[in-house]
């Protein structure tokens, strides 16, 4: 592999692994304070609005999101000639979502990529993205659960991707395609733990 692709798919990590719901814990409650302390423990949006308020947790969408975004939008371009350019945005997206998963500024305990995953969403597309965020919110107003509306909206991306393809015959790259179908996988994934509260009726509700 060439090393400008190996370099600019760490970068695209390093990004990735930006922990921001810590650090606004940091901010706001000062150095000894671990959002994954708190709470559900988890290192996004819905725990940070629960233990440190909606401006914190606003911040840190925006920052995750810009996270997945930049990563798609301008890092493809450091590697162009080398690689497609389709084949480098799905790389690089995929090295951002594993990075905020996996952060290693935050020995691996990361996140579950929802405003991530939008960020890169919106960066492939940004209708589909909108189109996707309407799902998040219909999920999310009839569950009362951020998690059943992330789970939504990320099942709701691949299914655009197919109807846009195969049946309004609308351009999408094979690439694209393919990655948005691995996307549930993770989201599920990162969400196995609320999965398994709503199976048994326990999982919180946000309003």
């Given at each position: 592999m060439n090393a400008s692709i190996i370099l600019v798919s760490a970068l695209a990590y390093l990004i990735?692994?930006?922990?921001?719901?810590?650090?606004?814990?940091?901010?706001r409650k000062g150095r000894e304070y671990d959002i994954?302390?708190?709470g559900s423990g988890n290192v996004g949006t819905t725990n940070v609005i629960r233990n440190l308020g909606w401006g914190a947790g606003i911040v840190t969408f925006l920052v995750d999101a810009m996270?997945?975004?930049a990563v798609v939008f301008w890092l493809p371009a450091l590697i162009t000639?080398?690689?497609?350019i389709e084949n480098a945005r799905v790389l690089l997206a995929a090295m951002s979502l594993i990075g905020h998963s996996f952060p290693v500024?935050?020995?691996f305990?990361?996140?579950k990529g929802v405003a991530t995953t939008a960020g890169i969403i919106f960066a492939f597309r940004w209708e589909i993205g909108l189109i996707c965020l309407a799902a998040f919110v219909v999920a999310l107003l009839l569950s009362r659960q951020s998690g059943v509306g992330s789970i939504a909206a990320s099942f709701c991306f691949p299914l655009i991707n197919m109807l846009y393809k195969f049946v309004l015959d609308i351009p999408i790259p094979s690439q694209m395609l393919w990655f948005s179908l691995a996307i549930p996988l993770f989201i599920v994934f990162t969400h196995r733990e609320n999965i398994s509260k709503i199976?048994?009726?326990i999982n919180k509700k946000d309003f």
């Open positions: 990735g692994s930006i922990p921001t719901a810590w650090i606004c814990g940091k901010i994954r302390d708190h996270k997945g975004f000639q080398t690689i497609d500024f935050i020995n305990r990361g996140g199976i048994r009726g």
